[in-house]
């Protein structure tokens, strides 16, 4: 496999694009080029300093950096040089297999979908991000915040692509899909997601375990796999439970920092706060895929450090091993161009419930 | 000031809806009438176990009680005597200032909007619901449920009735109004944010505090007064912080309970988790007024405990004593029916910046 890294990308820039790269050369022997894309004398100088040297690594140059002020349409189409138009430039001539960045989401999504295209049956991609879950250590959203404005047809395919990656990547025989939707009742929804859920609803005979209707509490705490939703929606909901996570997290430290006998006290639980950390933390669960394109992207998170660049590269390894878009492309095969079967099979196809 | 409460409403019936109100009666002399609405012999018996007896309280009777499984507004049309129909006809006949309810969230809607009816140039009412917000201490979102599909008109009139209660209820000049969106560029939105952007963006010559787009996590830590929203997007966004606040709690939890060791440590820090439940936690911020309707109309929490309760009818105190309906009639007054002044002026209106 070979993977294009946009070293540039994140708030961080090369930093911990490069000691990720180490993390993950070590872990996945999957990997046999990696290739570094950005300003080859700061990659290098990087490399130097941190005594990294391995011959998977080859050093692509690209001398311009997407900025977060940049608009993303217009960064890829003036930014020609970008890393991350040159690592996605790669992917779309058949040089590199994934392209994972860290940098701006809009400009990595721009990139993928006006080089890369989106697959046979895929109108619009989506960015499937991973969520912890208390019943299924992990639940994935899907869209986060590619795509606003979604049609009917827009989200039926989100379902089946977050279906068809937790399937393949995970194993799991019938992944459980919820509709993000403001009740847990058939009845909830707007005037999109009611249309989805019937659409959804009447692939169930065909093999999709479709729970209904989900709210935004059940994406940590119910057994629900995939929480399909429209990107404007997706990208709300990601980034207020990051906040409140963040929130917490400092109301928390506040109050354990607000005497010295807590500061001692707390010192001696930081295992327990350290555990705490990992369960909620992004860094824990790699990047996000961006599904529906012609290639593998894996979007990582602005502020990831070497764990979470790791753990993106990790992802992009999986999304090729297991084959994830040709799979896509059956499903989009199975559920949207079979005719549906006849009622009599419907009890075969009862949904297992979201709420116990 | 008479009050009427669903002394029926929410998951645990009348036992913290009756704590509630005897803190309540303690707390707000203002409160001439509380009337307690449900089942006259529970409640008197439940006033007897804890000892309540005040001569500003009268049972007032209803012998059904809205089901959290009952559709909103089948449970209104059919069940006439439920508690919360005859605390709101109660409102609707002049009998009392406001209503409180504990209940089935859709139902206090519907029977608010059903028996109400909207203000003046109000198409829509609005659930406004406190943050916890480092910044300003307190942060609302509307709406968080009562309207999906919103129209660009109605999110204005969202904005607006937002920025008039936190203006007079806690006495801020001109409170920040942020639009909540997938960026904080003024780029980014949906069709329908991007309308309501230059709407509002255009009654900022008006002394609307404009501060542009928001993102999910500024709700909680940004200096923001108001974050409008669509009330699918905003029920979406509610649940999901909600959740994500007890996952953060569960998570803690388990790890501080994983030794005795731990737990040891755990207890001797109490009253730190205690002040950061106290700092998240909805019940420390009351209801949300359900705004628009003609009348006060403020929903609790389902699971409100008896503080939660206290600040709900707390709440309701505000909304009469501060006059918010006649508030809200005069901004839209203001703002919907006043020509815009020529761009001459603008350069006194310069929104507060909300990304510091």
């Not at 989100?158 to 990547?169: C, I």
């Amino acid at each position: 496999m070979r993977i294009a890294l946009d070293a540039m990308g994140g708030d961080f820039g090369p930093v911990p694009n490069l000691a990720g790269a180490a993390l993950a050369l070590a872990a996945y022997p999957q990997i046999s080029t990696l290739y570094l894309v950005g300003r080859p004398d700061e990659l290098r100088a990087e490399l130097a300093r941190i005594g990294l040297s391995d011959r998977r690594i080859e050093i692509i140059e690209a001398t311009e950096v997407v900025d977060m002020k940049d608009s993303a349409v217009n960064a890829i189409r003036r930014k020609k040089n970008s890393s991350i138009a040159v690592a996605t430039d790669m992917v779309r001539d058949g040089r590199a297999d994934a392209v994972v960045s860290a940098g701006h989401t809009g400009a990595a999504v721009a990139a993928s979908t006006l080089k890369l295209r989106t697959l046979q049956g895929i109108d619009r991609a989506g960015i499937l991000t991973p969520f912890p879950n208390e019943a299924h250590g992990v639940c994935y959203l899907i869209d986060a915040g590619a795509n606003v404005d979604s049609r009917p047809e827009h989200l039926v395919q989100q379902a089946l692509m977050g279906w068809t990656y937790v399937k393949h990547v995970h194993g799991k025989t019938n992944p459980a899909v919820g509709l993000m939707s403001n009740g847990e009742e058939d009845s909830k929804g707007n005037d999109v997601t009611k249309e989805v859920f019937a659409r959804l609803a009447a692939m169930r005979p065909l093999g999709l375990n479709f729970t209904g209707n989900i709210e935004g509490r059940d994406l940590l705490a119910s057994p629900v796999d995939v929480a399909v939703c429209d990107g404007f929606v997706g990208n709300v909901l990601l980034k207020g439970c990051e906040g409140t996570a963040k929130a917490f997290a400092r109301a928390l430290k506040a109050e354990l920092t607000a005497s010295v006998w807590r500061k001692l006290l707390a010192a001696l639980l930081k295992p327990a706060f350290r555990g705490v950390h990992t369960k909620m933390s992004y860094e824990t669960y790699g990047g996000s895929p961006l599904l529906g394109v012609n290639g593998v992207t894996i979007i990582a998170h602005g502020s990831s450090n070497a764990t979470a660049i790791k753990n993106a590269l990790r992802m992009a390894v999986e999304s090729i091993s297991h084959r994830v878009n040709p799979h896509i492309t059956e499903s989009v095969e199975r559920f949207l161009h079979s005719p549906i079967p006849p009622a009599g099979n419907l009890a075969e196809a009862t949904p297992v419930s979201t709420h116990a």
